[in-house]
């Protein structure tokens, strides 16, 4: 999504590769979030909310 938008925004194409390059150097680490059904939501939920707020900025 990352790669999607900054060819949107810049008209540069990078690879998926790259992207995961610089992210690294700059040390930032991609975990996917757990998802957990809204009945189940303890601790974990505030984590979900923020996953789907920035997913939706994307």
Known sequence: ML???LKKETGI??????V???LR???VA???PK?????KRGKGAKKVENYER???AL
């Open 25 to 27: 150097k700059h040390g």
């Open 3 to 5: 790669r999607l938008y």
């Open 20 to 22: 995961w390059r610089l």
């Open 35 to 39: 998802l957990v059904a809204p009945e």
């Open 54 to 56: 920035v997913a939706r």
């Open 30 to 32: 991609y975990k996917r």
């Open 13 to 18: 194409e990078i690879s998926k590769d790259q």
